[in-house]
């Protein structure tokens, strides 16, 4: 019988997290400060994050050691497995080799918990009592409430309304851990307000949510605010699951020549990815790495690399970033996870120096590549993950067509079990194709009037 499963030993989760910065051969520029426009240092972050994590932010060392306290926690769900797709093989009838990193038995069911952990467990330790954030789809709102009960915060989520309404058992499973979420755009604050006033039907958006939970973040001295992706901090966190899934593939005998995982924010696809570009780096590999998006939500394939703002408001430093405009509302589709306007300043700068790669697909495409994952594999994914399940069929037909033999490395970030009115409403044909225009992104670029880069 053939074995699917690759595992590791609880004793050999990493030891440290691999910071990709140290070996970038372009440094990603320096954020701006929001009023100013001027470069902004370390201290500019203190009132929003503790000091060890904007430490991290600015590190260039490679290695970051994991905290023991972190890695006992880790314990809990970590290692995750790594699966051989030997029934999605052959369903594609393909000659490639698919593995996939199950990141879904974490207990918020989802990746998120790699950061939220260490972040909550810096936070106790300076002291802070309450962190604010925001969530899209629910997955990072959940994992940071899980983290907050281990280490006695309290916890106080901006849930985008579109998600708020569809997942209602994520906001179930953020109140069972003592979390207060709320739907943004709120009246809470200011930010959400003036979102409300110009649309009061607002679906609306990360940058919108994230606006609210930095200013209420804000507003008190033993309050700090948490980020489920995108900055560096958090992007570094997310290695564990990259350098999990090499020493599995050592174990099997093989490395991946094509690595792929969903892209939000980022920290989903750096998570995977940066390990395996680290031999790229340091051995000459030639590893494909691909970051698979929404053509709703497209900022890495049709968006423009300048300085923006991580909000909607302009409350946060303006970092270098691959971006559709922070006052862009993705449509309304179920992977809320997605959408978010900007990408991180290391995968922009990656991408902008051709190291990286990234592709798109249509909302019913991915839905196509969820079910058919499923069927094979057993596992219903979150709408996110489909996207990343999309390329790797799209990257196994090309195999196919060209006759390679070639091994795809897929992280399948977190599980569908609270995505159901996602795919009852695949089934009931509402589920539609969406594109942006050329016009819709114009538009909505016009609107900068934020520093161009070069």
């Excluded at 918020?108 to 939220?116: D, R, W």
């Excluded at 340091?282 to 300085?307: H, M, N, Q, W």
């Excluded at 999309?390 to 037909?397: L, N």
Aim: net charge negative.
């Amino acid at each position: 019988m053939k074995t699917r499963k690759i595992t590791l030993s609880e004793q050999e989760i990493p030891e440290h997290w691999y910071n990709i910065v140290a070996d970038m051969p372009n440094k990603p520029l320096p954020p701006l400060h929001p009023g100013t426009k001027e470069p902004i240092g370390p201290e500019a972050l203190a009132p929003l994050f503790p000091q060890e994590l904007i430490q991290q932010e600015v590190s260039t060392e490679k290695w970051i050691s994991i905290p023991e306290e972190v890695r006992n926690i880790y314990s809990i769900w970590r290692p995750t497995p790594l699966f051989r797709a030997y029934e999605l093989e052959k369903a594609l009838d393909t000659p490639a080799k698919i593995y996939y990193k199950y990141e879904g038995v974490s207990p918020a069911g989802s990746h998120k918990p790699n950061t939220a952990v260490p972040q909550a467990y810096y936070n106790m330790k300076e002291g802070v009592k309450r962190i604010t954030t925001e969530t899209g789809a629910g997955q990072w709102g959940s994992a940071l409430s899980f983290a907050c009960n281990i280490f006695g915060l309290e916890c106080e989520v901006y849930m985008v309304k579109l998600s708020y309404e569809h997942k209602p058992y994520r906001k179930v499973m953020m109140n069972t851990w003592g979390a207060k979420v709320i739907p943004s755009p709120s009246e809470f604050t200011e930010a959400g307000r003036k979102i409300l006033a110009e649309d009061p039907n607002s679906p609306g958006s990360l940058g919108i949510a994230i606006s609210e939970a930095v200013e209420m973040a804000a507003q008190r001295e033993d309050t700090k605010y948490a980020l489920g992706s995108v900055l560096n901090h958090v992007l570094l966190h997310q290695t564990i699951i990259g350098l999990e899934a090499y020493k599995q593939l050592e174990k099997a005998g093989d490395l991946p020549d094509v690595v792929i995982a969903p892209f939000g924010g980022g920290s989903n696809f750096a998570g995977l990815s940066f390990p395996f570009l680290r031999l790229n780096f340091d051995e000459g590999k030639k590893i494909r790495c691909i970051a698979s998006e929404p053509t709703s939500c497209p900022k890495l394939t049709r968006g423009v690399f300048r300085y923006d703002f991580g909000d909607t408001v302009g409350m946060t430093p303006l970092l270098p970033m691959y971006t559709l405009g922070h006052n862009f509302v993705p449509a309304p589709i179920h992977a809320g996870g997605l959408r978010y306007h900007g990408a991180g300043a290391i995968v922009s700068q990656l991408l902008k120096d051709g190291l990286i790669e990234a592709q798109a697909h249509d909302n019913v495409e991915v839905f196509e590549a969820g079910i058919k994952f499923a069927k094979a594999e057993g596992i219903i994914p979150a709408p996110e993950a489909t996207h990343g399940i999309a390329t790797v069929i799209r990257e196994a037909e090309r195999c196919k067509r060209e006759g390679k033999s070639e091994t795809i490395l897929f992280n399948l970030c977190g599980h569908g079990n609270f995505d159901m009115k996602a795919y009852q409403d695949y089934f009931e044909g509402k589920i539609v194709r969406h594109e942006l225009t050329d016009e819709d992104i114009q538009k909505s670029l016009a609107a900068l009037d934020t520093p161009v880069i070069g």
